[in-house]
């Protein structure tokens, strides 16, 4: 489980570095660059995440407690 909190840094610090270097080049080529490299990797975390969903692996968001199901 420690490898996939691993994988999500990584990525969060690749689109950040890419952003960051997107704010800063006045080239639009580079831009351009930056731009579908950002895409790309927004795809491969979007199904990242959708893998750590199917296999339980991601928490889930705190829930109320089923009264019905408490009393019986």
Known sequence: M?????VTV???YIISSYGLGLT?????DVA???SRLMAEILDY???GAD???ENG???KVPEAADRQELTH
């Open 24 to 28: 800063n080049t006045m080239r639009k």
């Open 2 to 6: 420690r490898e996939v909190g691993q």
């Open 10 to 12: 990584t990525m969060a």
């Open 57 to 59: 692996w991601l928490e």
């Open 51 to 53: 893998l750590l969903i």
């Open 32 to 34: 351009l660059s930056f």
């Open 45 to 47: 975390v979007k199904d």
